[in-house]
């Protein structure tokens, strides 16, 4: 906690978007989080992300669970819509907010308690039906709120603050999302947010179940010597597979590709997110590669970060369903309710 | 960009902009923290400690803080701090047992000082504790100098003068009133161990156009100074309706607002140039209006237009101002002639010294200026020293405080056979404000709130004499506000690189954007990477040594920084520290330790 609340006074040449707000307006209440959490500084690159693409904070869902990690989504757009639901239910609330209003842009936060143990189950059908959302996990290898026990994401050595190894082997979000058939996939850091930023961008404007799952030390509980999943640890151990530039649509694209390595990818808006592959031979648009290439990098105790995997014009839940295309709010009552003659037909239909 | 060395005290100095603008270098957040306890005494003898008269200068001080005021680059306002001054002055207990003392042995060193203005006063307070015996020479029947004689009592009134002056003189210095000196030569023959020279430049400023010189009009042109000494010794007490005054600098202001108080109705300052260039200070200016003088802005004087024998008016070329090759060039567009009773010329001040003979080894310039030493205050002659508005022209009170106290440093040497130029330099302490987890030594948060607005006496009772002070000063409420505005700039942010895991918490968490990490590179590259621009380019980077993960280095603009804190709260290795920062001033007689241990003093009090 601080002592004061931050002030409202802002640097009089901070920038306006074309809506014409400052990045300060995409600021939530003050967080509670440990001083240095890594948590807070995925709040200050998803605050940068909305701010550059234009998000109206009114037509946003704030989605979450329990744990350090989930309370970020006080922290960001307090004038946005939000559930913070009971531990790891977040990936089927969030499924039935997107059933019932699929206007809103759904920004899911997790931990790796919330997703990767209690919610597991949630997170894997989510994946598997194609939520149009960025699902986040802020990933410390740690229960955080708990106080430090392992979770499911700890390596296996690693150690608690104590000294007591893990035994138990990790499961990588990104390995299960690829293995599920996640259309996007990216790994990042939350103490690197010049590659943060254009990725949280990208899976913002995906067209379908964006998982990202962002390595935020816990400064409290696991970021000692002996961590590997501390600020230090993971400054040395990161390799970046791709680095992502995002083009929001109305900026002109300056730079030419001539750069052989750059791969450019139109968004289902227009807007065009470019990646330059950093490893040599490493391909995200192939799953069975990718996947073979971040589990190579697992098992040799490298983070492999960046855009991992990426696949365009997967069938979103929707789509998958063929619901209707307006939001149900929008219906007028005649078509939302069409009354009892509309079920008993329905009814017959299925005799 | 080599990293900031902050253990030079410049870096921290230049941070508190308002003690740094300050010819002094008040202490001005220590001292309004201290008012924000209601610790009025202590503030006003920190004040003094610098500004040795706090009284006066609350009222009448040219305040080069306040455009410096950091509060000003944030919300457009920047703190009161010239009229807190004032509070902590009116508000103060009897402070005589707490004030300097003469020794009862002297040193047997004995100094003369012409004239008792400001800048002579102050020598006197900084060189009588250290057993001078000191010798006043003043014209006057009074001290004060200008502050006195030129400066309305409506603005500065007598008892407040009276009070600062006196603090300073019962010290135990000679005071010679009604004595002026008329040769240095004489001065010099009565064996002094030095002579200070505070005189002052006393000489108006002539317009030599047609029409001055006719005997007829004559006694209805005056010379603004002259004319406000008059005033003050009760020899002028009325002038005519319809008055003009020539020139838009401090003292047409004063003359403008006497002239209403002693008769005239009507009243015009008259102005070459348009309000952008004139030299008074806004408040003076709004100050004037809002007394319903009406100031005409480019307007050169032409002649004194004379009928029948009696002044009736001055005519004036108006001028149509523009740019050419850079420089402001002007055209006359016509003539118009003002119709008046008296004229009061306000253009400015010369310095005059025919009581010097030119043959004592002190040498004078082309335009009949002393040459003085910019920083020991020291003429061609070893023992004879210049400071005030006598040592480069006139400036103003602070300003000649600033150079009474390094005169007094040199005089000290010079009687104490050390070169003048052996002066020792500014130091400083630097001491955690932390008391625990997110609990500091100040009160951290900002204060939204807007300046608060001076009240003024009402017209009618304002005009009914010229003793009638104006400004009446804060009220308590406003008080507690006005303190509350200050930042506290002094509480520096401090930075211990190896400390520093790159968190960026203290990046994201700065209200104000002041905060960047980022690859080294040179301050020009790194102005344009900053997490805000760097709008201001007269306020410094801070930049850190490489950090110990990715060798990026830490930035701090130092522009707009609030001083909130945060960055320090949010660090979890105590990387950012909240330092209080103390200037050590060295004054005459100061040794090293000596202006440590009277500073650590007043870091507790400012608690
Ligand atoms: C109308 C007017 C208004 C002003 N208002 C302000 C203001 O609001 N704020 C501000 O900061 N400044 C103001 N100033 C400027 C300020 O008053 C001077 O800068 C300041 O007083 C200079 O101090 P000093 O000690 O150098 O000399 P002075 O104040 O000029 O004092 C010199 C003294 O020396 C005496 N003296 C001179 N020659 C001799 C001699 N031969 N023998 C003996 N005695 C002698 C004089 O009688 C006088 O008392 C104003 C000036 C004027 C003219
Ligand atoms: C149903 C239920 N079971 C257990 C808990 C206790 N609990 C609270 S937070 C948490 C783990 C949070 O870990 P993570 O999601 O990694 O978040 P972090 O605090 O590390 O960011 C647990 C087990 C709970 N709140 N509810
Ligand atoms: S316990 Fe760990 S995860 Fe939770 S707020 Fe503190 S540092 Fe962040
Ligand atoms: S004290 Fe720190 S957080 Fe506050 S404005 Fe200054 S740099 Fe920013
Ligand atoms: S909060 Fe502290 S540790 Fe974190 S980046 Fe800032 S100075 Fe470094
Ligand atoms: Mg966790």
């Known amino acids: 906690m601080t002592s004061i609340q931050k002030p409202q006074v802002r640097h009089p040449g901070l920038p306006k978007n074309t809506l014409g707000y400052t990045k300060r307006d995409y600021e939530g209440a003050m967080s509670t989080l440990c001083a240095g959490c890594g948590h807070d500084s995925v709040t200050a690159a998803l605050i940068q992300a909305f701010w550059e693409l234009d998000l109206p904070p009114n037509r946003a869902a704030k989605m979450s669970g329990i744990g350090c990690s989930s309370k970020t989504t006080a922290y960001f757009m307090k004038q946005s819509h939000g559930f913070n639901s009971v531990h790891g239910r977040m990936p089927s609330v969030t499924s039935g907010a997107s059933a019932a209003n699929r206007g809103l842009t759904y920004i899911g936060i997790s931990g790796d308690g919330d997703s990767l143990s209690i919610g597991m189950g949630q997170l894997c059908h989510a994946i598997r039906r194609n939520v149009r959302m960025l699902y986040v996990i802020e990933n410390n290898g740690v229960y955080g709120l708990t106080k430090g026990q392992f979770s499911a994401s700890a390596d296996i050595g690693s150690t608690s603050k104590k000294g007591e190894a893990n035994v138990q082997p990790p499961i990588d979000p990104a390995l299960l999302a690829l293995s599920l058939g996640a259309t996007f996939v990216a790994r990042s850091f939350s103490g690197d947010k010049t590659q943060l930023v254009p990725i949280l961008k990208a899976g913002l404007m995906h067209d379908g179940f964006a998982l990202i799952d962002v390595i935020s030390p816990c400064v409290s509980f696991n970021d000692h010597e002996g961590s590997t999943k501390s600020y230090r640890f993971t400054r040395e151990h990161e390799v970046e597979m791709t680095e992502v530039d995002f083009v929001p649509i109305r900026h002109e694209i300056t730079t030419a590709d001539s750069d052989a390595a750059v791969t450019a990818v139109q968004m289902h808006d227009g807007t065009v997110m470019r990646f330059r592959k950093t490893d040599e031979g490493y391909d995200p648009n192939d799953r069975e590669k990718a996947y073979a290439h971040v589990r190579a990098c697992q098992m040799a105790g490298e983070v492999a970060t960046g855009l991992l995997f990426i696949q365009r014009g997967g069938a979103d839940m929707h789509a998958v369903a063929r619901t209707v295309e307006r939001p149900l709010v929008e219906l007028p009552y005649s078509e939302l309710c069409p009354g009892k003659s509309a079920l008993d037909t329905l009814m017959d239909s299925y005799r | ?607």
């Not at chain 2, 960009?1 to 921290?12: C, L």
């Open chain 2, 1 to 607: 960009m080599a990293p900031t060395n902050v253990n030079d005290p410049h870096h921290y100095h230049k941070v508190v902009d308002c003690q740094y603008a300050c010819p002094a270098h008040t202490n001005v957040p220590g001292y309004l923290r201290l008012i924000a306890q209601g610790r009025y005494t202590d503030s006003y003898l920190m004040n003094r400690a610098s500004n040795v008269f706090p009284g006066i200068l609350g009222r009448t001080c040219d305040r080069p803080c306040e455009p410096a005021c950091r509060r000003g680059r944030v919300d457009g306002k920047p703190v009161a701090i010239c009229r807190l001054k004032r509070v902590a002055a009116d508000l103060r207990d009897d402070i005589t047992d707490q004030l300097p003392t003469a020794p009862a042995v002297k040193n047997g060193k004995r100094v003369a000082l012409v004239g008792a203005g400001p800048s002579a006063l102050t020598v006197a307070n900084d060189l009588l504790p250290l057993g001078y015996d000191v010798t006043i020479y003043e014209k006057n029947a009074q001290p004060g100098g200008l502050m006195r004689v030129n400066i309305p009592s409506f603005r500065l009134p007598a008892k407040v003068l009276d009070d600062e002056c006196g603090y300073i003189i019962n010290m135990g210095a000679t005071m010679k009133y009604g004595t002026e000196v008329s040769s240095m030569k004489a001065l010099l023959a009565e064996g002094y161990d030095a002579v200070y020279v505070g005189s002052g430049a006393p000489k108006g400023k002539e317009l030599d156009i047609e029409g001055r010189w006719d005997e007829s009009a004559k006694p209805n042109i005056h010379i603004g100074i002259e004319w406000l000494a008059n005033v003050h010794f009760e020899h002028v007490e009325k002038i005519g309706k319809r008055v003009v005054i020539i020139g838009v600098g401090n003292t047409a202001m004063d003359c403008c607002r006497t002239a209403k108080r002693v008769g005239a109705t009507d009243v015009k300052v008259i102005a070459r140039r348009s309000r952008k260039y004139f030299k008074a200070s806004p408040w003076e200016l709004e100050d004037a209006e809002e007394e319903q003088v009406a100031i005409l802005e480019n307007h050169a004087p032409k002649r004194f237009v004379i009928e029948n024998g009696k002044l009736v008016g001055m005519e004036f070329e108006q001028l149509a101002w523009s740019e050419e090759g850079g420089k402001q060039v002007s055209k006359v567009a016509g003539t118009v002639i003002i119709p008046c009773d008296d004229v009061i010329l306000a253009i400015g001040q010369d310095n005059a010294f025919p009581w010097i003979e030119r043959d004592l080894g002190l040498e004078f310039d082309q335009w009949e200026m002393p040459v003085v030493d910019k920083v020991t205050h020291q003429s061609t002659r070893a023992d004879v020293f210049f400071g005030g508005d006598a040592a480069w022209g006139p400036q103003n009170i602070i300003w000649a405080v600033e150079h009474g106290h390094q005169a007094a440093i040199s005089i000290h040497n010079h009687c104490s056979a050390a070169p003048v130029t052996e002066r020792l330099e500014y130091g400083m302490n630097l001491v955690s404000a932390k008391l625990g987890m997110q609990s500091w030594s100040y009160h951290n948060d900002f204060n939204p709130s807007p300046r608060q607005k001076m009240t003024h006496e009402e017209l009618v009772k304002r005009f009914s004499s010229v003793n009638v002070e104006v400004e009446l000063g804060y009220t308590p409420e406003q008080t507690a506000l006005e303190v509350q505005r200050c930042l506290n700039c002094d509480v520096e942010t401090h930075f211990t690189d190896k400390l520093c895991i790159e968190c960026d918490a203290c990046v994201d968490v700065c209200p104000v954007s002041c905060l960047t990490i980022a690859v080294v590179g040179d301050e020009a590259d790194l102005r344009t990477r900053l997490s805000a621009p760097a709008a201001n380019m007269t306020q410094d980077i801070f930049v850190s040594g490489a950090l110990p993960q990715t060798k990026r280095v830490m930035v701090k603009d130092e522009d707009i920084c609030l001083h909130c804190g945060l960055c320090a709260e949010r660090c979890p290795t105590a990387a950012w520290d909240m330092r209080k920062f103390d200037l050590l001033v060295p004054y005459a007689g100061a040794t090293l330790e000596s202006i440590v241990s009277t500073h650590i003093a007043s870091a507790g009090a400012a608690r």
